[in-house]
Every structure is written in structure tokens, then in C-alpha cells.
């Protein structure tokens, strides 16, 4: 906020006392009448009307330009009855908070002849307090005072500014205030929104000084903290009592500070009362939730364990409570491992968890991608995401969701999944007696519980063609109607497709239609297979690992070099989902911290079936750690790279660099074959 006397009536600020004007005040006030109209009849530029504030003269054209005349006043607009208690219920919170401040500044202003009103953030009159006098100019509750129904005044000001400003006489645009004296401040919500704003206005501009805006501010910002805690402590009662999930909320040093009844509900048996605990009294693995806390980021979906109730697991969410930007406290949401955390939601609780934050991936292929589905984000068109089953299709999906609608449902329906003769009353729903064993009292399809959210219809190419059409007339009417139903429902939902198959061959081949083709590919994302990804590989392996010892609470292992290299010249046919499988298998079967060639899979061992003796792990070591495996290059290049380099350490001898790499000597003539490499040029 600009400082005070920066926000005053240039007339405040030139009298001497609050009940006296002399003669160089008069021809202050003279002069800026005579600018006023000299400005409004053009007869001198805005730069030349200088005696009063920029932003002034600015709402004098502006109110001028809205048809208004200075010397003619017209009683402002009254909101009709129905509009105006509709309003006035949606502001009560806010009136509410407001009336007592209004009332303290009624007691302190009772001898000097003034107004008191709060407005909303349009300008419209909410509540007006007389401290003395008669109110000669329509100030009433439902009026609308604005540039363009009364001109420049200092509330409408204060809106537009967002800032304290004091008007005085003349400064106001129409000449039956050229007696009155306005000083208003605003009233912001926690978000930063403007709720409102707080004037105090006397009939006589010699009964105002700059004591009378640091009032009207000092006043407002009282109303702003009371305003902006009790809709915090009340939204926090309606979080706390309105849900089924236990919620703990606990300040920056892990004290509970708050539990709710399904809080309280889980542990009254083995802990009577949550208040005043440390977080570390409750769970089991204290070092992962301070980790998580250490993050200052929501964090979705971590499995913990309660001290003193072992034998059940919950999904922890934690959220960050933030005042003005700093960390001070979070909310904790707790469910019983077997039912499904809502996050994203709003019917039936369907959930999305990843962000693009949580798609891991630097290489070029993946950095182009993100970029990409991020920018897809910020339309409403329909997305097509292809690629080979296993590399993160559904990822994206959920990612463009929580980017472009996150507060909405994110439903998925597998279309290979769903019988042929269930799908549509899957995906439209159903009336009560539309078919045999159908409920009784019918049931909304995936379309319809996908309102103001994501539809995903993963495996796209699998929908029978008979479907296709019905598909396709809901995409261009967004209308649906329910089996056995007779009316239409409107639907409002954004559609993202995937499928590991070429549509355009199913196209050609009559098993996809082609109009319904280019109606869900507005947008196209093709994902790359995990062997093309580069260095994803080597990221992808170290964030597994990472996620799996968090989640199961123990000590992150070290993947040695010789079994890094391994992973990486598999080819990875299922591609993440592979990777995720070997990696939870490899976590299993260590024993001492290091996950060596033995731990992995045999299916991945088949690649590898040399034996590999101690020194030859030393030399796989040197190689594995060079910049080789650092580089943003497909996996295929590293391979090739570090044969060349295994060659070049045995002195070319194929039968030593098949057991550097960990390949049979058939094996690795084949790669140097395929490489175009020559054994007697490496480097």
C-alpha cells in the first residue's frame, strides 16, 4: 500500500485544521472545478488537469465517456428486491463479520455528522449506518454506485485501485458532491479477492482530515482478519465434520493440534486422546512421514502404519496449511488401505493421483512430451495417447486432468476390459427394468458420473464399432441417454483416449470407424517405448527403488553397477510396468543393501548369461559410472558405447569383452555386427 499521505485529497492535505478553510483552500477547490470541466469540455489535455491525482482525472473521462453530465445528477439505480436479498445472502458472512467494526465506528463518529456504508465488490450498497444527519443522496442498502450510474466516487475508486483513497469535494465527478468529503478502504479475502470495501463519508469536506482514512483503513483491516478467519475456521469445521475420512491436522513441529470423529474413531482403543501427540506417538515409520513434511508439497497416497494398530495399513495425504506463502501446519487424511483416497472428485469419488510432477524423465523424447501435454492441458479438445501397453498412458491422462481439471472427476473405463454385451450400459448407464438383473433403481454409466471431469477410454481400439457411432453422436451432442431411458441427459466432460494398436490400420481394415478417429484425435501424444527413452531408464530405476523403500519403510538399497548395466541393455518389450516388476522383485530377493545380477529376474539374466568374475566388476563399475550412461542418448547407443569401450579394455579380444559386459561371445559378435563395430578400431 502506497504510504497515507499518497492516498489523500490533495485538499486534506492543504488544510490546516478540521473546521477551517481559508481563502487559499477555497481557490484550491476553485481550481480544480474549473480543470474538471475544462478537461470534460477538451479545452485542456489530461496531463494539464494537475491538481489533482492521475488516477482522478482518469475516472472523470471514463464517467464523462458513460453519458454522464456533472451538473445533473441522477438518483442511482436500485437493484430490484429479489436480486438484492439473493445478494445480500451470499455476502451475510461477510455482513455479518462487518457489523459489529461498523457499529464501534458508529459510537466514535457520533458528533461529527457522517456515513458509514459497506459495499460489495461491484459497487452495490449492502449496509449504510447514519452517525448524525439526514442522508440527502439516496444512500441506501441496493443501490448501485458506479462510474457508469454516479461517476467518480471513492469506494468505486477503492475497487478499482484495490487500494485506500480519500475524495474530496470537486474530486468527485457530479457537482452535488462538490460539499463531500469520502474516505474508503478494502476488504480482501484470503485468496487476495476483493469481498468489499469500508467508507466513511461526511456532507461536509471540512469535517474529514487524513485522520479520517487511517480510520476507514485501520477499521477495514480489521474486518479483513475477522472476515478472513472465520471463513477459515469455517471451512475447516465443515472440512473436519463433513466428510468420512479421519483428518488430523498438526502445526510445523508435528503436534496434533485438531483430530475429527473418524480421527479419534481409529484409535479410541489404543489412544484416548490425539491432542498434543507427536506424529511420531501415532506412526509406525516416523522417518517417512518427516521426510514427506521436509518436501513442503502435497503428497498423495503414501501406505503407513499406525503405532499401536500393526495389523491394519492406511493411505496417508498430506497437505500443507500455508499463511501469506509460509508453512504453518498440515492436514493429514487417513484411509484404511482398501478403499480409495479421494483427491480429485466430485461424484461418486473418482480419483486421479499423478501430476506431471510425478512423471519422471529427462530425456529429450520425454522433455518434448511434458511440454507438449501441458500445453494440450489448457484446451478442452480431445486427447489420443498412443503407445506400446506399459509406458504410461494412463499417467498422462490423470496428469492433463489434474492440470485442466483437477477439482472434477477423473473416470476410466478399459474398453478390452468390459464384456461386448455390458460396455454401453458400462459407459450410459441404465433405467430401472432396462434389462434383466438391472437395479432396481437404475444406475448413471461412466459418461454421466464423468460430468465436469475426464472421461479415459483407455484401449480405445477395442470398442465394438456398433458403439463407435453412439460414441461418436454423444461427442457432437453431448447429450446421452440412459438405457431404457426416454429423455436426454446433458453431459459436460473432457475425453482422453489411449491404445497400443495403429488406428489407422483398424480404419482401414473397417474395425474403426473414421470419423470417430479424427473427432477424439484433435490432439496426439506418442509415447515412446522405455528402450528409446535414454537416460529415462537410468532415472525410472532410481525413483523405483526409491518409492518401493519408502513404501514398505526400509532402507533404500544400492543397485550395484554390473546389474545397472544389465537392466539397461534389456530391451524392456513391457516397458515401465516391466521395469516396476523387476524392481519390486530385485527389492525382494537382496539381502545385504546392494542389488547384484542374482537378484534380477531370470528373464532378465537370459540377456546376460556369461558369468561375470570380481574383476570384471570392476571393470563393468568404470564403464557404468562414465558419462555413457549420463548422456541423453537411447539406450541402444549406451550399449554400443560401452561394447566399444569393453573392446578397447581388452585389447579387442571378444572373448574378454563378452565377460566385461556380461554377454555370451555368440551374443556380443552379433551386437558388434549389428553396431557396425570393428574389433580393431573401438575408439
Given at each position: 500500500m502506497k504510504p497515507l499521505e499518497h492516498l489523500l485529497s490533495p485538499i486534506i492535505n492543504n488544510l490546516n485544521s478540521i473546521t477551517t478553510i481559508n481563502e487559499n483552500d477555497k481557490i484550491l477547490i476553485g481550481k480544480i472545478k474549473k480543470q474538471k470541466m475544462d478537461l470534460l469540455q477538451k479545452k485542456i489535455t489530461p496531463s494539464q488537469a494537475d491538481l489533482v491525482r492521475p488516477e482522478i482525472v482518469e475516472s472523470w473521462i471514463r464517467s464523462s465517456e458513460n453519458g454522464l453530465d456533472p451538473l445533473v445528477y441522477n438518483d442511482p439505480p436500485l437493484m430490484d428486491a429479489l436480486s438484492f436479498d439473493k445478494r445480500i445472502k451470499e455476502k451475510d458472512f461477510f455482513i455479518q463479520t462487518a457489523n459489529p467494526y461498523i457499529a464501534q465506528l458508529e459510537n466514535m463518529l457520533s458528533h461529527i455528522e457522517s456515513y458509514i456504508f459497506l459495499t460489495d465488490e461491484h459497487g452495490l450498497i449492502l449496509r449504510v449506518v447514519q452517525a448524525l444527519g439526514k442522508n440527502n443522496f439516496r444512500l441506501t442498502p441496493g443501490t448501485i454506485w458506479t462510474e457508469k450510474t454516479i461517476g467518480t466516487c471513492a469506494h468505486e475508486m477503492c475497487i478499482q485501485l484495490k487500494t485506500p483513497i480519500q475524495l474530496c469535494g470537486p474530486e468527485h465527478f457530479c457537482r452535488i458532491f462538490n460539499n463531500i468529503s469520502s474516505s474508503s478502504a478494502p476488504v480482501f479475502d484470503s485468496n487476495g479477492n476483493l469481498e468489499g470495501t469500508l467508507t466513511i463519508t461526511s456532507p461536509r469536506f471540512d469535517r474529514q482530515n487524513s485522520y479520517s482514512l487511517g480510520l476507514a483503513v485501520i477499521m477495514a483491516e480489521t474486518i479483513q482478519k475477522e472476515f478472513q478467519l472465520s471463513v477459515n475456521r469455517e471451512l475447516f469445521h465443515i472440512a473436519l465434520t463433513g466428510t468420512e475420512d479421519a483428518i488430523i491436522m498438526i502445526n510445523k513441529c508435528g503436534i496434533v493440534q485438531k483430530a475429527n470423529e473418524a480421527a479419534c474413531g481409529i484409535v479410541k482403543?489404543?489412544?484416548?486422546?490425539?491432542?498434543?501427540?507427536?506424529?511420531?506417538?501415532?506412526?509406525?515409520?516416523?522417518?517417512?512421514?518427516?521426510?514427506?513434511?521436509?518436501?513442503?508439497?502435497?503428497?498423495?497416497?503414501?501406505?503407513?502404519?499406525?503405532?499401536?494398530?500393526?495389523?491394519?495399513?492406511?493411505?496417508?495425504?498430506?497437505?500443507?496449511?500455508?499463511?501469506?506463502?509460509?508453512?504453518?501446519?498440515?492436514?493429514?487424511?487417513?484411509?484404511?488401505?482398501?478403499?480409495?483416497?479421494?483427491?480429485?472428485?466430485?461424484?461418486?469419488?473418482?480419483?486421479?493421483?499423478?501430476?506431471?510432477?510425478?512423471?519422471?524423465?529427462?530425456?529429450?523424447?520425454?522433455?518434448?512430451?511434458?511440454?507438449?501435454?501441458?500445453?494440450?492441458?489448457?484446451?478442452?479438445?480431445?486427447?489420443?495417447?498412443?503407445?506400446?501397453?506399459?509406458?504410461?498412458?494412463?499417467?498422462?491422462?490423470?496428469?492433463?486432468?489434474?492440470?485442466?481439471?483437477?477439482?472434477?472427476?477423473?473416470?476410466?473405463?478399459?474398453?478390452?476390459?468390459?464384456?461386448?454385451?455390458?460396455?454401453?450400459?458400462?459407459?450410459?448407464?441404465?433405467?430401472?427394468?432396462?434389462?434383466?438383473?438391472?437395479?432396481?433403481?437404475?444406475?448413471?454409466?461412466?459418461?454421466?458420473?464423468?460430468?465436469?471431469?475426464?472421461?479415459?477410454?483407455?484401449?480405445?481400439?477395442?470398442?465394438?464399432?456398433?458403439?463407435?457411432?453412439?460414441?461418436?453422436?454423444?461427442?457432437?451432442?453431448?447429450?446421452?441417454?440412459r438405457l431404457g431411458g426416454s429423455h436426454y441427459i446433458p453431459v459436460n466432460f473432457r475425453l482422453i483416449t489411449a491404445t497400443n494398436k495403429k488406428l489407422l490400420d483398424l480404419v482401414e481394415k473397417d474395425l474403426f470407424r473414421e470419423d470417430l478417429y479424427y473427432r477424439i484425435s484433435v490432439f496426439k501424444l506418442n509415447i515412446s517405448p522405455l528402450r528409446e527413452r535414454g537416460s529415462d531408464v537410468v532415472q525410472l530405476i532410481d525413483h523405483l527403488i526409491t518409492a518401493y523403500a519408502n513404501a514398505e519403510g526400509i532402507d533404500k538399497p544400492t543397485l550395484s553397477n554390473t546389474a545397472k548395466y544389465i537392466l539397461l541393455q534389456y530391451n524392456w518389450p513391457g516397458n515401465i510396468r516391466q521395469l516396476k516388476n523387476v524392481i519390486s522383485y530385485a527389492m525382494c530377493m537382496h539381502t545385504d543393501g546392494i542389488i547384484y545380477p542374482e537378484h534380477l529376474p531370470d528373464e532378465i539374466l537370459n540377456t546376460a548369461s556369461t558369468p561375470i568374475s570380481e574383476k570384471d566388476v570392476v571393470e563393468i563399475e568404470s564403464l557404468a559410472t562414465s558419462d555413457v550412461l549420463t548422456n541423453t542418448v537411447s539406450v541402444k547407443e549406451m550399449e554400443k558405447e560401452v561394447i566399444k569401450k569393453a573392446l578397447h579394455s581388452s585389447d579387442n579380444h571378444v572373448r574378454d569383452a563378452a565377460k566385461i559386459v556380461g554377454l555370451s561371445k555368440s551374443t556380443l559378435y552379433r551386437k558388434i555386427k549389428e553396431y557396425g563395430l570393428d574389433p580393431n578400431d573401438t575408439l
Open positions: 482403543h489404543v489412544i484416548p486422546n490425539l491432542i498434543g501427540l507427536q506424529i511420531g506417538d501415532i506412526f509406525e515409520n516416523q522417518l517417512l512421514v518427516n521426510s514427506i513434511l521436509e518436501t513442503e508439497k502435497p503428497n498423495i497416497n503414501t501406505n503407513i502404519k499406525l503405532k499401536k494398530i500393526k495389523q491394519k495399513s492406511f493411505s496417508l495425504f498430506i497437505q500443507p496449511i500455508k499463511s501469506e506463502s509460509i508453512i504453518v501446519g498440515y492436514l493429514l487424511t487417513l484411509k484404511p488401505i482398501n478403499q480409495p483416497l479421494k483427491i480429485s472428485q466430485s461424484c461418486n469419488g473418482f480419483a486421479s493421483r499423478f501430476t506431471f510432477d510425478n512423471i519422471v524423465g529427462t530425456s529429450p523424447q520425454s522433455v518434448k512430451l511434458i511440454s507438449l501435454a501441458k500445453r494440450y492441458a489448457r484446451y478442452t479438445s480431445n486427447v489420443l495417447i498412443q503407445g506400446e501397453s506399459g509406458t504410461g498412458k494412463e499417467v498422462f491422462a490423470q496428469a492433463i486432468h489434474n492440470e485442466s481439471r483437477p477439482d472434477g472427476p477423473f473416470v476410466a473405463v478399459n474398453c478390452a476390459a468390459i464384456p461386448k454385451n455390458l460396455i454401453e450400459s458400462e459407459l450410459f448407464g441404465y433405467e430401472p427394468g432396462a434389462f434383466t438383473g438391472a437395479e432396481r433403481i437404475g444406475k448413471p454409466g461412466k459418461i454421466e458420473q464423468a460430468c465436469d471431469g475426464t472421461l479415459f477410454l483407455d484401449e480405445i481400439g477395442d470398442m465394438p464399432v456398433e458403439l463407435q457411432a453412439v460414441l461418436l453422436r454423444v461427442l457432437e451432442d453431448k447429450m446421452i441417454m
